[in-house]
């Protein structure tokens, strides 16, 4: 089980900005990361994924145009920029990696990715 810590949540006015970033150093280079996020009562839902070959990117629908998924120039550190937040995009982030050789599931939370512990966003009104 590969190892993924989350870093950069914290509590923000709506309108506001965070960014969270995910180093993933035990993969050489995962063939995809993402973002995960699960609010109280509700499943866990895919957010961004970025497959590192092709840098080809996937949003959901809620976060397109505001939130913005890269990685660092090893390609195995994702980060997640949040603009504009809104009080909906309260949730525990989860970073998410599948590495070299493994499926991706897009923005389905799939066995096969390896998960992040989370981190904590929560937007105020």
């Known amino acids: 089980q590969a190892q993924l810590v989350e870093s950069g949540g914290g509590s923000v006015r709506a309108g506001g900005s965070l960014t969270l970033s995910c180093p993933a150093s035990?993969?050489?280079?995962?063939?995809?990361m993402g973002w995960f996020r699960q609010a109280p009562g509700k499943e866990r839902e895919g957010v961004a994924i970025i497959y590192t070959g092709a840098g080809d990117r996937i949003y959901a629908d809620p976060v397109k145009g505001r939130f913005t998924i890269s990685l660092g120039s090893a390609k195995n550190t994702a980060y997640l920029q949040m603009n504009s937040l809104k009080p909906d995009d309260t949730a525990m982030y989860y970073c998410?990696?599948?590495?070299?050789?493994?499926?991706?599931?897009?923005?389905?939370?799939?066995?096969?990715?390896?998960w992040g512990q989370g981190t904590q966003v929560t937007v105020s009104s």
């Open positions: 998410a990696a599948a590495d070299f050789g493994r499926s991706c599931s897009g923005l389905e939370p799939g066995s096969n990715y390896d």
């Open positions: 035990v993969y050489h280079r995962p063939n995809c």
